[in-house]
């Protein structure tokens, strides 16, 4: 059972203060700490589990720069056994299309069973890669999937539904699965599992080995172009309290007490 | 006629006596190659050392087993006679032993001698045994858990005790010796035979005290009784400084002989689960029973269930080692067990990797940015020692928690301003000051302490720091005793602030001189009190100040209540139970009839602090550092 884990690096943003570039089509990133897209991180332990079970490999991908192969030897210290990446060099300003087509020229020539996905990165949520992943390769695919089980060549997949729902579905192998959070609880990986992964070599690739023209993916090949982010606006019955720490406390007590909550 | 005694009198067939020897001996011998095998593990990693306080320590601590005493007179009574009973039978046989085979010297006085000493050795036996007996089954003391095997080897003492007083009286009846007063047990006992019967009786007892004997030696290895060889070996490695192996040279299951040996022996007395102040508030922990699961699972290789999520809740206090008669370190082998489950990954219960992750990425546990580590000194004019042109200043390590807490930030203002007033020159590390790893070192996760040590080692050696005080026990412990544990050649001077503001007091550079008329007792902060042996100090500095009554709680010093914030506890709440460790000790502080409960680690002070709240105790009992203390001391001289 040969899998591939695509992942992305994303912004920290959990306790940060975020703030808007200059531009206003982005948050400014400099200040925060880069991590593993969480929905990602479930997908690499759910591949380690599925490879205890059933043997075979673990490939992982991402699409980044230099930097981002931390989360590369992360998931190689989690149990992967070999990482690519693609020089983000191009690709910068892709939309969901340019990001599956890179992932699909450095997937298509592997020897592979099951791709596995986050259901959506954190950072831009389109939720969309996945899925077109498996279009452009021509294979199965189930999203948002809260349990896996492999039965001779047939992957079954247990997918969350609204309300608490769920659906069983059955995909002939190879096919793509995109992840839930939730699925399982991804282990903790010790800073001497990644000291012990540090020399495995991480494979590279960039757009001319892909054979990638730049028309196709990047801004140019994008047909969706980030206009704007923004805070949400303050509206009625929200109010953000300033002043020194016993003022605030002082005044919160205060409505708490007026809308009757004390 | 010279008094002595005819070896195998009346005992026609000897011969299997030595075969049954050879097997008693054979098996006995076995049974301890198999604990040696078990240990051989540990053997290769552990230092070991010829050590003078080593040997002292076996002297008293085993052949006199002071620390039985501790708390607990008549277990130490019983023990003290068990052990001189036992053991005085056992050297009395060798001397029978040698009196028979190699030089006879056992004849006249020296036996008459020898044989009154034997009828005090077997009182002595029977006095201990009964005692245990009591204590464990009529009394019930309630830290003794009584498992089967504790029953037996009790009545296996006893019925070889009393066969042996009988043989004698039996013998003493027939031979009806001049000297038989001597042996007065047996005296006395010989009265009610009659020759006859005593001829006849004599060989059965003795196939008794014999195959009842034999079969104890050859138990030994496989009961608790092994902790009479045991014992020694880990009372003496305990006068082994603290071994840390770098993370790297470790891979999978890594203990030490000392380690191996105390899981091996410890008797599950039941000490350390009396002192565990996790235990004692209700919380599913015993440090005896996760060694003896640990017992069971690398040495007996019972397949026993073990609960991994139990480890994380010892807040590595130390009481267990304080208490236990053979320097067992529960707390030790369970931050060994805890590194070995980091590295594994898959058992790490969801909350600890998010604190672990936090303390990685942001360099404290607090989920605040690095930018924020110095926002408590915004205004107050204090040399930034990496900004500075001077090189050589002492420099205060704020920590973690001192750094990012609202409340723990005025033990650093309060101390800040207190070196200040005494003219004293000091600098921060400002924002790049990194955690000095303690959190990370007591969670298991070594990896990430070996890199966080190298950040503040290779701080330290660019602004040419050498002396260093901290805010934190924690901090203070980490550097002062692991960091040299790892780390050849390290000289840098650490203090805890306590120590720095009592040697101020002494050179008469901090002075008080108005009253401050407060009632207040002193809380014991585990790393400072029982891991690093300062009582003195804080207590010092409270004392100094005129008017002060310090009043101590029922647990003080090294019996100090843990708060429950050491040991990664701070940032796991799940684990808490309905009554919190803080609040236990909270409580006991407004017993004591104080006002203001003192502490000096910032740990303690939130823990307290919150408890406070938690049991509405607001309006009746304060918390306060002892730099706040102070502080408040010398203002008092301005108003």
Same mark, same amino acid.
């Given at each position: ?37 969480? %929905? ?22 991402? $699409? ?29 300003? &892709?939309?969901?299309?340019?990001? &599956? ?24 949520? %389109? ?33 969350? $539904? ?70 949400? $606006? ?9 002043? &020194? ?18 | ?6 070896? *195998? ?8 006596? !030595? ?44 052949? *006199? ?33 040698? @009196?028979? !085979? ?10 008459? +001698? ?97 195959? +009842? ?50 899981? @091996? ?16 508030? =209700? ?11 640990? /017992? ?13 999520? +139990? ?6 206090? =130390? ?7 053979? !320097? ?160 050849? =050649? !390290? ?121 406070? /709240? ?26």
């Amino acid at each position: 059972m040969n899998i591939v884990v695509c992942i992305k690096q994303v912004p920290d943003v959990t306790e940060a203060d975020l703030k808007i570039n200059k531009d206003g089509d982005d948050i400014v990133k400099d200040d925060l700490e880069m991590v593993i897209n969480e %929905w990602d991180n479930y997908a690499v332990e759910e591949a380690v589990r599925i490879k205890e079970r059933h043997g075979g490999k673990i490939i992982v991908v991402t $699409l980044g720069d230099e930097d981002s192969e931390d989360i590369l030897r992360r998931a190689l210290a989690m149990g992967a056994d070999e990482a690519i990446r693609i020089d983000e060099e191009g690709f910068e300003g &892709s939309d969901a299309k340019g990001i &599956s087509l890179a992932l699909y020229h450095a997937i298509r020539d592997l020897d592979f069973d099951l791709i596995l996905t986050g259901a959506q990165s954190s950072d831009v949520a %389109w939720g969309q890669v996945g899925v077109l992943l498996a279009q452009m390769l021509n294979i199965p695919y189930a999203t948002l999937a809260m349990g896996i089980e492999i039965r001779e060549e047939k992957a079954v997949v247990k997918r969350e $539904l609204e309300s608490n729902m769920f659906e069983r579905v059955e995909l002939s192998l190879p096919a793509l699965i995109t992840i839930q959070t939730g699925i399982n609880e991804p282990r903790y990986v010790s800073i001497m599992g990644i000291r012990r992964v540090r020399r495995l070599k991480i494979e590279e690739k960039d757009m001319d080995d892909l054979e990638i023209s730049q028309d196709s993916v990047g801004s140019s090949g994008s047909i969706i172009e980030s206009k704007r982010v923004s805070f949400p $606006l303050e509206g009625e019955g929200a109010e953000i309290l300033t002043g &020194s720490m016993d003022e605030i406390c002082e005044r919160l007590t205060q409505i708490i007490r007026e809308k009757g909550g004390m | 006629m010279i008094p002595q005694r005819e070896i *195998f009198w009346n005992i026609p067939w000897v011969w299997p006596f !030595y075969l049954l020897s050879f097997i008693s001996v054979f098996i006995f011998f076995y049974g301890l190659l198999k604990h040696i095998l078990f240990w051989k593990e540990g053997i290769k990693k552990q230092r070991i050392r010829l050590l003078l306080k080593g040997i002292k320590d076996v002297v008293i601590d085993g052949i *006199f087993a002071k620390r039985i005493f501790k708390g607990d007179i008549s277990a130490g009574i019983m023990h003290l006679s068990l052990f001189w009973g036992f053991f005085g039978l056992f050297l009395g046989t060798i001397l029978l032993a040698l @009196d028979h !085979y190699l030089i006879s010297f056992l004849k006249g006085k020296p036996y008459l +001698l020898f044989s009154c000493t034997l009828e005090l050795f077997g009182l002595m036996l029977i006095y201990g045994l009964v005692t245990a007996f009591v204590r464990r089954y009529i009394q019930r003391i309630k830290r003794l858990e009584n498992k089967t095997e504790d029953l037996i080897v009790i009545l296996w003492l006893l019925l070889i005790a009393i066969t042996g007083f009988l043989l004698e009286g039996v013998r003493v009846a027939y031979q009806v010796p001049a000297w038989g007063k001597w042996s007065f047990v047996g005296f006395i006992i010989g009265n009610i035979f009659s020759r006859q019967t005593a001829l006849e009786i004599y060989p059965f007892i003795w196939w008794t005290h014999v195959l +009842l004997s034999l079969s104890l030696i050859s138990a030994i290895p496989f009961s608790k009784l092994f902790h009479i060889m045991g014992s020694p070996i880990s009372i003496y490695l305990n006068s082994e400084p603290l071994q840390i192996t770098p993370a790297e040279d470790r891979e999978g299951r890594f203990f030490y002989l000392k380690d191996l040996v105390q899981l @091996d022996v410890c008797t599950r007395c039941g000490r350390c689960v009396e002192v565990c102040p996790s235990n004692g508030v =209700g919380e599913p922990f015993s440090p005896r029973d996760i060694l003896f699961m640990l /017992k069971e699972r690398l040495f007996l290789h019972r397949d026993k269930e073990f609960d991994p999520g +139990l480890i994380w809740y010892c807040t590595t206090c =130390g009481a267990c080692l304080e208490v236990c008669p053979i !320097y067992v370190a529960p707390f030790r082998i369970i931050r060994q067990l805890r590194s070995q489950e980091i590295e594994d990954g898959t058992r790490v219960p969801p909350i600890m990797i998010q604190t672990l992750e936090r303390l990685y990425k942001y360099n404290n546990p607090w989920l605040s940015t690095k930018k924020k580590r110095a926002e408590w000194a915004k205004d107050m004019d204090i040399t930034n020692i990496t900004k500075a042109k001077e090189r050589g200043l002492m420099c205060y390590f704020v920590g973690c928690t001192t750094s990012h807490d609202i409340r723990a930030q005025e033990i650093a203002r309060s101390f800040s301003n207190i070196l200040k007033r005494c003219g004293i020159r000091f600098g921060i590390l400002g924002k790049k000051e990194p955690c000095c790893g303690d959190i990370a070192r007591r969670l298991g996760e070594d990896g990430l302490f070996e890199d966080q040590m190298e950040d503040c080692l290779s701080l330290f050696e660019e602004y040419e720091i050498k002396e260093i005080v901290t805010s934190s026990p924690h901090c203070f412990y980490t550097m002062r005793q692991e960091y040299p544990a790892l780390k050849k =050649g !390290y000289a840098l001077s650490v203090i805890h602030y306590s120590m720095l503001l009592e040697s101020l007091i002494k050179d008469g550079k901090l002075r008080f001189e108005k009253e401050l008329r407060l009632k207040v007792t002193y809380h014991d902060p585990c790393y400072l009190g029982r891991h690093n042996g300062i009582f003195d100090a804080p207590r010092n500095v409270i004392k100094a100040i005129p008017g002060i009554e310090l009043i101590e709680m029922e647990h003080n010093r090294e019996n100090s209540l843990c708060c429950g914030g050491g040991g990664g506890r701070m940032w796991q709440e799940e684990l808490d139970v309905e009554l919190k460790m803080s609040e236990r000790r909270i409580m006991e502080a407004h017993n004591t009839g104080a006002e203001i409960v003192i502490t000096c680690c910032p740990l303690c002070l939130i823990m307290l602090e919150d408890a406070r /709240k938690t049991k509405e105790l607001e309006g009746s009992i304060k918390v306060m550092d002892l730099s706040e203390l102070v502080l408040m001391a010398i203002n008092r001289r301005r108003s």
